[in-house]
């Protein structure tokens, strides 16, 4: 017998300004990688994650993190690399913490 699932349709996402976005952290909706965005315009942008700096061309599509959820593998790698006196991982966990708890 056949199951009368309904299809999942994806959200709409709002594709302002990824200026706006410089500062917090997002997760890009193509991968769902999620960093904080260092600098981003119509051309090209680039993001710190845990792992180190992503880049790319184009206009970046992405979100702000706004739900614990979204960030729990990003929250951990952070911890792991908090002792690393070469990475901003206490840092990067704070303005984490901070965004998230600014979105209850």
Known sequence: MMSARSAATPALRPMGDPAHLV??????????????????????WSMRT????????????????????????????????MDDPGLPGTEDLDLLDLQLAAHP
Do not use: F, N
């Not at 992503?54 to 960030?71: D, F, H, I, Y």
């Open 23 to 44: 500062g917090q952290w997002v997760r890009v909706y193509d991968d769902g990688t999620v960093g904080l965005l260092l600098e981003a315009d119509d051309t090209s």
């Open 50 to 81: 845990p792992t180190g700096i992503r880049s790319g061309r184009g206009r970046l599509a992405a979100e702000p993190v706004t739900r614990k959820e979204q960030s729990g593998p990003t929250r951990r790698r952070l911890r792991a690399v």
